[in-house]
C-alpha cells in the first residue's frame, strides 16, 4: 500500500482563451509545475491570494480541471486511478473515493429538496445501497454524524442558517464514504463564531475516519490550526511547503512571510505588519518573467527578473521556490 | 469630550413581513464623535446593517421605527432629525451629503453600464454643485488619493474592467469624494484578500487622519477592527451587548458573547489551543428569546433570570457598557467581598 494518496508530478493546466483573431491564442496559466504528495490521512493546506490557482489544483485532482502537462496519481489503498487516462467503468469508484465540498452553502443546496433528498442523492445516483430503507439508515447515520437533528431531514435548506448548511454539504459529500476530500473554502462565506464549528467537524472526521483532506483557503489563520501541512501558491505556482508548525515558526518565501503579516492581529500594542505587499496579483495570461512573484517581492534582484527558481528542497520536509532562499533571514 | 457628531437612542427598528412583524433592531443607542472610529461587530442576523442603513434612511419600505427612536445628525451650523427627514431633497444630506457609505461588494454597488468617472461625477455635481469639468478633477484627484493607479485613465473605465481591490477603492473613492462627516462601511473588507484587506484598512485609517471624518465600520470580525477602531459595540439579535473602548473591549471583554466572539478567532501564536465555537446558531428574529436575547446559546445562564427577565445596559467601568446579569452579579459580589 502506497503511503501517497495524491501524488502530482509536473503538473500543468492551461487554458487557451478564444477569440484571438491575430497571433497566437492567448493562454491562461492556471498551474505551472506543480509537484506534490499528499499523504494517507492528512490534513492538507492549500493557501494563497485570489488568482493562485488553488481551486483549479483541487479541481485538477478531482477530474474536474484539464490537465495539459504532467500525471496526477490518485491511490485509495486498493486501486491506483491516473487520473489523465481514466477508464469510463473507473470514473464512478474515483467519484466515490473523491468528493468536494463547496465555497458557498447556499448556492450549493437545491432549495428544491428536502435535506434528506439531498444527503440521499449520492447514494441513489451511484446505487450504493440496495432498498430505501438502507438509504434512510445511512442518511440518518451520517446526518448525526454531522450533528443535525433527524426532524431536520424533512425540512427545506432556507430554514437552516449557514453553518448548519454547511453541515448538510459536508453530509452530502460523506454519505458515499470517500477517502479523500477537497474543501475549497468552506468556511470563507461562515461568520468567525460558528467557523470554529466547522472546523472541529473536519479535524474529527480526519481523526475518526482517517479521511484524508484538501484544505484550501486564503486564510492562514485558518490553515494554521487545522492542517498537519501546507503548501503556498501564488500565480499558479507553489512556493513553499512545510509541516504547519514549521512553516509558521520560520517561513523561508517572502511571500509567505507577507501573506503572514497581513492577517489582522487582536494584539493592540504591537503592530507587526513587517511585511506589507503592494499590488496585486498579475494576470495569468502574462505572468512576470522569471519569479513570478518579482514584481511584489521586497528583496527581488535582477536574477529574479530572468530565472525561473527551482521548486526545491531545503530539508527533507520543506521546499521553497526562490533563489534566496538559503540567504534571506524572513 | 465635545458634541457628538451623530446621537442614535432608543433606536427600534421592525419590519412586517408575510410571516408578522419581525424586530430587527431594538433599543439601540450609541454616540460617535467627529474623527472616530466605530466598529459595530456581530454575526450575520445581528441587524448591525440594518442599523447602519437607518442612519441613511435606506431601509426597506417596510420598515418602521419605534415612536422613541431618535437619530441626531449634528452639523457645524445644525442638527438634524434623520428620521424626521421627508421629502428627497432633504434626504440627500445624509445620503451621499454629510453621510456616505462603502459597501461589501463594490461589484454590485457600481452600475455596470456606466463608466466609474460618470458615476463619481454625478455624486459630485448633486452634492457639491459644481460642473462637470470641475467635478471630473475632483474625481480624478480622488482616485488618486486612495491609490488607484492610472486614475486618470481609469475613470473611463467600466466596473468589471477593475480588480477587486481597485473596486473597493474606487467605491472609497466615491463616497469620500463629497467630503462626508460620517463614512458608513459595511463588511468593506470581506470580499478582498487579507494582502488587499491589510491595504484598504491602512488606507482607511490614513483618511480619517486626513479628512478627520468619523467611521461607522461594521464587520463580524473582531480581528479586522482591533487595529482600526476607537470604539467598539457587540450586537446580537437586534440588541447591544457590550460597548467600550477597543481596549476595554479587547483586553476585558466581559460580556460572554463578546468573549465567545474572540475565542472563536483562530489566533497565530495560539496553535496549540482549541477553536471554541460560540455554541449553537442564532436564532431566526421571528422566533426571539424572551428574557436575554443571548440565554439560549450562553454558558453563563443564570437560572430563573436570564431566561425570563430582560438585562438592560449599564456601566461596569469607565466607557464601557455590558447588558448581562452573570456580569452584575459577579461585579456585586466584588463589591459585598471587599467591603465587609
Not at chain 1, 487516462?85 to 428544491?112: C, E
Not at chain 1, 484544505?215 to 501541512?229: E, K, M, R
Not at chain 2, 481597485?166 to 463629497?178: G, K, P, Y
Not at chain 2, 472563536?264 to 446558531?281: H, R, T, Y
Request: charged share 25%; hydrophobic share 45%; glycine share 6%.
Amino acid at each position: 500500500m502506497s503511503e501517497s494518496i495524491v501524488s502530482i508530478r509536473n503538473l500543468a493546466t492551461h487554458y487557451p482563451i478564444t477569440g484571438g483573431w491575430f497571433g497566437p491564442t492567448p493562454v491562461v496559466r492556471a498551474l505551472d509545475n506543480i509537484d506534490l504528495e499528499i499523504k494517507r490521512g492528512q490534513f492538507f493546506g492549500l493557501v494563497g491570494e485570489s488568482g493562485s490557482g488553488k481551486t483549479t489544483l483541487g479541481r485538477a485532482i478531482l477530474k474536474a480541471a484539464p490537465i495539459s502537462a504532467g500525471k496526477i496519481i490518485f491511490h485509495d489503498g486498493k486501486k491506483e486511478f491516473d487520473i489523465n487516462t481514466l477508464a469510463k467503468q473507473d470514473v464512478l469508484a474515483f467519484r466515490r473515493q473523491a468528493q468536494l465540498i463547496f465555497q458557498d452553502p447556499y448556492a450549493a443546496l437545491s432549495p428544491r429538496m428536502t435535506v434528506r433528498d439531498i444527503i440521499a442523492e449520492p447514494l441513489e445516483v451511484m446505487k450504493l445501497t440496495n432498498s430505501k430503507v438502507e438509504t434512510n439508515q445511512r442518511v440518518r447515520e451520517i446526518a448525526s454524524e454531522c450533528r443535525l437533528d433527524v426532524e431536520h431531514l424533512r425540512r427545506f435548506p432556507h430554514a437552516f442558517s449557514g453553518g448548519q448548511r454547511q453541515r448538510i454539504s459536508i453530509a452530502r459529500a460523506l454519505v458515499a464514504n470517500p477517502s479523500f476530500m477537497v474543501a475549497d473554502e468552506c468556511v470563507a462565506a461562515l461568520d468567525v463564531s460558528i467557523q470554529a464549528d466547522i472546523l472541529n467537524l473536519l479535524k474529527s472526521l480526519q481523526q475518526q475516519r482517517g479521511l484524508t483532506f484538501l484544505f484550501i483557503s486564503h486564510d492562514l489563520s485558518v490553515v494554521a490550526h487545522v492542517c498537519d501541512v501546507v503548501a503556498v501558491m501564488y500565480l499558479g505556482r507553489l512556493v513553499e511547503m512545510a509541516p504547519t508548525r514549521k512553516l509558521f515558526a520560520k517561513q523561508r518565501h517572502p511571500y509567505t512571510a507577507a501573506l503572514l503579516s497581513a492577517i489582522p492581529s487582536l494584539d493592540l500594542d504591537h503592530h507587526h505588519m513587517a511585511i506589507k505587499l503592494e499590488g496585486e496579483i498579475p494576470s495569468p495570461i502574462t505572468p512576470p518573467s522569471g519569479c513570478r512573484f518579482h514584481t511584489r517581492c521586497a528583496y527581488a534582484q535582477d536574477r529574479c527578473k530572468m530565472e525561473i527558481p527551482q521548486w526545491r528542497k531545503l530539508d527533507d520536509d520543506h521546499s521553497v521556490a526562490c533563489h534566496f532562499a538559503d540567504e534571506l533571514d524572513l | 469630550m465635545g458634541r457628538p457628531l451623530i446621537s442614535v437612542r432608543d433606536l427600534t427598528i421592525q419590519f412586517n413581513t408575510d410571516e408578522g412583524t419581525v424586530t430587527a433592531v431594538e433599543r439601540v443607542s450609541f454616540d460617535i464623535a467627529p474623527g472616530e472610529v466605530m466598529g459595530l461587530v456581530g454575526e450575520s442576523g445581528s441587524g448591525k446593517s440594518v442599523t447602519a442603513k437607518a442612519l441613511m434612511r435606506l431601509n426597506a419600505p417596510n420598515s418602521f421605527y419605534g415612536p422613541d427612536s431618535r437619530i441626531i445628525l449634528s452639523l457645524d451650523d445644525r442638527e438634524i432629525d434623520v428620521l424626521a427627514l421627508k421629502s428627497p431633497s432633504d434626504l440627500k444630506i445624509i445620503r451621499g451629503g454629510a453621510v456616505s457609505m462603502v459597501f461589501q461588494e463594490p461589484m454590485a454597488s457600481f452600475a455596470p453600464a456606466l463608466t466609474i468617472g460618470s458615476q463619481m461625477a454625478e455624486a459630485l455635481m448633486i452634492h457639491l454643485k459644481v460642473s462637470k469639468r470641475e467635478a471630473k478633477t475632483v474625481a480624478i484627484d480622488m482616485l488618486t488619493r486612495v491609490g488607484v493607479s492610472g486614475a486618470s485613465s481609469r475613470f473611463d473605465q467600466y466596473v468589471v474592467e477593475l480588480s477587486g481591490g481597485m473596486r473597493q477603492r474606487a467605491m472609497i473613492a466615491m463616497a469620500l469624494s463629497t467630503k462626508p462627516k460620517l463614512l458608513i462601511a459595511d463588511e468593506p473588507t470581506t470580499a478582498l484578500d487579507v494582502t488587499i484587506q491589510a491595504q484598504v484598512l491602512e488606507l482607511m485609517q490614513d483618511l480619517v487622519e486626513e479628512f478627520h471624518m468619523a467611521i461607522l465600520f461594521i464587520t463580524h470580525d473582531l480581528g479586522v477592527i482591533a487595529q482600526t477602531a476607537d470604539h467598539i459595540a457587540v450586537m446580537y439579535l437586534g440588541q447591544l451587548m457590550e460597548t467600550g473602548t477597543t481596549r476595554s473591549v479587547i483586553h476585558q471583554p466581559r460580556h460572554p458573547y463578546t468573549r465567545g466572539l474572540l475565542n472563536a478567532i483562530p489566533k497565530l501564536d495560539e496553535l496549540d489551543a482549541p477553536l471554541v465555537a460560540v455554541s449553537g446558531d442564532i436564532p431566526s428574529p421571528l422566533e426571539r428569546p424572551a428574557g436575554c436575547v443571548f440565554h439560549t446559546r450562553c454558558s453563563e445562564v443564570i437560572k430563573g433570570r436570564c431566561a425570563t427577565v430582560e438585562p438592560e445596559i449599564k456601566l461596569v467601568g469607565q466607557d464601557h457598557d455590558v447588558a448581562c446579569f452573570a456580569v452584575e452579579l459577579a461585579d456585586e459580589e466584588r463589591t459585598e467581598k471587599a467591603a465587609p
